[in-house]
């Protein structure tokens, strides 16, 4: 049962849930439109956490890496857009000790920490609206792109002691993302949601609310639904850590529903 009261006060200290949110694109951040309205809601549906282990598609590497900074900098890891995305600062404070936490727990991973990354844009586009003080602690974990679904899913398990510990775990991606056929949809002025992306994101919808992980974990070798909906995996991959650090005994919540572009699910899932 989500404490709606919590947010409104000090940091909670019961159980906290688990979130995944299609963040899709950077312009979210600073335009006033449905997923926007949609992130800062989300910020109003958990108790405000200690902090925030924040698991982006935006990096995406070979290794386990945590940022270490007790002041992680803004990131604008993208470029073609307006001036003001790039002016956009997301102050947080980083949280050293929960860094160095999250690498003994990761220590069969060879995880280390870093200080030359920060907060990319698939982490503060939707923190800037959660959390627009920028009062809650973040610290990023990447996504090692050696790894094989199930090894995510296994390494994600080892963090689920966080949760009993006010850490707020938030997986940034995307359900769909096939990036060609946004661009293609954009230029065309069209907004139609292909029928293999309405499959797969159904496909998702429907493992998630069943609590089976194993399909969620195998989804990406689906056929041609899934090459489709993922060209790549990076931004499917933070599906798989909030859903391993998911119960069965966690209710089930999906506040942000629909597709941008066509091609992007902007899907969200709370769980417990």
Same mark, same amino acid.
């Given at each position: 049962m989500t404490d709606h009261n919590a947010t409104a006060h000090s940091p909670s200290t019961m159980r906290m849930p688990v979130m995944f949110v299609g963040h899709g694109s950077p312009m979210n951040a600073i335009e006033d439109n449905r997923w926007s309205q949609g992130f800062t809601a989300l910020g109003q549906m958990v108790p405000k956490p200690r902090a925030i282990l924040a698991v982006s598609a935006h990096w995406y590497v070979p290794g386990t890496y945590l940022t270490g900074e007790?002041?992680?900098?803004? %990131? @604008?890891?993208?470029?073609? *857009?307006?001036?003001?995305?790039?002016?956009?600062?997301?102050?947080?404070?980083? !949280?050293?000790?929960?860094?160095?936490?999250?690498?003994?727990?990761?220590? @069969? @991973?060879?995880?280390?920490? #870093?200080?030359?990354?920060?907060?990319? =844009?698939?982490?503060?586009?939707?923190?800037?609206?959660? *959390?627009?003080?920028?009062?809650?602690?973040?610290?990023?974990?990447? %996504?090692?792109?050696?790894?094989?679904? #199930?090894?995510?899913?296994?390494?994600? !398990?080892?963090?689920?002691?966080? #949760?009993?510990? +006010?850490?707020?775990?938030? +997986?940034?991606?995307?359900?769909? =993302?096939?990036?060609?056929?946004?661009? =293609?949809?954009?230029?065309? !002025?069209?907004?139609?949601?292909?029928?293999?992306?309405?499959?797969?994101?159904?496909?998702?919808?429907?493992?998630?609310?069943? @609590?089976?992980a194993d399909t969620i974990v195998g989804l990406l070798d689906g056929g041609d639904d899934a090459r489709l909906a993922h060209p790549t995996p990076e931004h499917y991959l933070p599906l798989i850590y909030a859903m391993a650090l998911s119960d069965a005994n966690d209710p089930v919540r999906t506040p942000i529903v629909g597709f941008d572009a066509g091609s992007l699910s902007m899907r969200a899932f709370i769980w417990g």
């Open positions: 007790a002041q992680p900098k803004t %990131i @604008h890891d993208f470029g073609g *857009f307006p001036r003001p995305l790039f002016e956009v600062q997301y102050p947080a404070p980083g !949280r050293p000790d929960l860094a160095t936490q999250v690498r003994q727990a990761l220590d @069969h @991973h060879d995880a280390q920490l #870093r200080t030359d990354w920060g907060l990319d =844009h698939g982490t503060w586009s939707v923190l800037k609206w959660m *959390f627009p003080d920028a009062d809650v602690p973040v610290v990023q974990l990447s %996504i090692d792109r050696a790894l094989s679904p #199930r090894a995510h899913f296994e390494l994600a !398990r080892s963090l689920t002691d966080l #949760r009993d510990q +006010g850490v707020l775990v938030l +997986g940034s991606g995307n359900t769909v =993302h096939n990036l060609r056929d946004a661009f =293609h949809q954009m230029k065309a !002025r069209t907004h139609d949601t292909p029928a293999w992306a309405q499959r797969f994101d159904d496909a998702v919808l429907a493992a998630v609310q069943q @609590h089976d």
